[in-house]
């Protein structure tokens, strides 16, 4: 299959009048300039980029998303949200978390997410007891995965306590606990072929320093590339009460005690020291910002601005879910920048399109984040690729040059019109073959779940 687009975007920046060859395995085997359309290539209704990675996924929450805004007689913050969340999941059965993944990776595809990291701690029934197939809840996300044609990397979590120094897990987490033991199994379970399989131990709240290494070691044996995602740094109360329980911050608890390096991907890591923001960026590791949800949790402001001017490198992901936009994230990681510092324009360097720079730092930590194949339109590369929406206002008559711009700061409304993951077109001006019955499905199992 070739393709023909008047505008991509290679490494090298903006080409004009470009012919993409797809394999038929998916992957891009030819990127070269034309000075016309050839006769056996695909006409492009917009201009190409390449998709967009998700770094960081919790399925399940999408169906939560909007339950949570009431104000109480006290404080409202991340801990007392979480409580809501253990309430909501206990309803959810293997069916629902199928039907709502399917939504949201629909919404994903849409959006312009063309792979998702899916961080997956909910593993049992609601009694916290196993099901027959200790996988069933994570092949349910392998099935939607397949369903909606998204690209997947599976992140099974490991949780076995509800707070630092190993104390034993609450009631409420009995659907995410594992020993290192039950987790190898799981593992084990899920190394499929053509899945891309990696770890995430929660957090150093939930995984004892023993248990990590142990996780770690699971996952290596497998796969010396395999991904590890943490959660780190989240919120306040997570920072102070790492120091009372070990004397340091978990950022530098971690770099100090795990061999952090271009494998990982921390989650968040939004409370650190300026000393903790240069040592994260030297181990190349992956900083995982979900903007979205860290705003809507209040969880604070990542320091991207020191961060990246230290050669950090940073994904974007969903998170909760609250916001399923890729170009949303990246417009509030600058804002946020904007708002601390008071500056514009913060995250680029003189002359340079900042939503460019955003994008592309986004499409490299993604890729590596997720150990796929990703992230440019390039020979080798698979054919994970987007076609903007030219016909959108803030879109349209828009040079090249700040396309991304416009797509990332100004008021559009559909950014992207066609989807292609892995050589195979999923969206097609704007919908879904399957969209419809994935529609049909979600609303009867939230309508059942809200009853």
């Not at 050839?38 to 169906?63: I, T």
């Not at 989240?234 to 530098?252: H, I, L, N, T």
Request: aromatic fraction near 6%; charge should be negative.
């Amino acid at each position: 299959m070739k393709l023909f687009a008047r505008d991509a975007l290679l490494p090298t920046g903006w080409a004009h009048d470009v012919v993409v060859d797809v394999a038929q395995d998916g992957t891009i085997r030819g990127v070269d300039a034309a000075f016309s359309r050839p006769s056996d290539a695909e006409h492009l209704q917009g201009a190409l980029v390449p998709g967009m990675p998700n770094v960081h996924s919790h399925a399940f929450q999408r169906a939560l998303a909007g339950l949570t805004e009431r104000g109480g007689p006290s404080a409202d913050d991340f801990w007392t949200w979480r409580t809501e969340m253990y309430r909501f999941l206990d309803r959810i059965g293997p069916d629902d978390h199928e039907a709502i993944a399917c939504q949201l990776y629909l919404e994903m595809l849409k959006a312009g997410y063309t792979t998702v990291g899916e961080f997956h701690y909910l593993h049992r029934d609601p009694a916290g007891q196993s099901y027959a197939n200790p996988a069933e809840m994570a092949l349910r996300i392998q099935a939607a995965a397949e369903t909606t044609g998204i690209g997947l990397t599976l992140l099974p979590v490991f949780y076995a306590h509800s707070d630092f120094g190993g104390a034993p897990p609450l009631r409420a987490q009995r659907r995410f606990i594992h020993d290192t033991a039950s987790f190898h199994a799981l593992h084990d379970a899920l190394a499929l072929d053509g899945l891309k399989l990696g770890v995430a131990p929660h957090s150093l709240r939930a995984v004892a320093p023993q248990e990590l290494a142990e996780v770690i070691a699971i996952a290596r044996a497998s796969d010396d590339d395999a991904p590890i995602h943490i959660h780190v740094a989240e919120q306040v109360k997570e920072v102070e009460d790492c120091v009372a329980w070990s004397g340091v911050r978990p950022v530098e608890w971690l770099l100090s005690h795990a061999d952090v390096d271009p494998r990982w991907c921390l989650v968040h890591a939004t409370h650190m020291t300026g000393d903790e923001t240069r040592k994260l960026a030297a181990t190349g590791a992956v900083a995982g910002l979900c903007p979205t949800t860290e705003a809507d949790l209040g969880d604070g402001v990542f320091p991207s601005q020191a961060y990246l001017a230290a050669g950090g490198r940073l994904g974007v992901g969903g998170d909760s879910h609250v916001g399923v936009d890729p170009f949303l994230e990246l417009r509030l990681i600058e804002g946020a920048q904007r708002l601390t510092l008071r500056r514009r324009n913060v995250l680029a360097q003189d002359g340079e399109s900042t939503g460019l720079a955003l994008y592309r730092a986004a499409l490299a930590g993604g890729a590596q984040a997720l150990a796929q194949p990703v992230g440019a339109i390039e020979v080798g590369r698979r054919a994970d690729l987007l076609v903007l929406d030219g016909d959108d206002p803030a879109l349209a008559e828009q040079p090249v040059a700040h396309l991304l711009d416009a797509a990332i700061f100004g008021p559009a409304r559909r950014v992207v019109r066609d989807v292609m993951v892995a050589g195979r077109w999923v969206i097609g001006d704007g919908h879904h073959a399957d969209e419809e019955a994935i529609l049909i499905r979600y609303r009867q199992t939230i309508k059942r779940l809200l009853a």
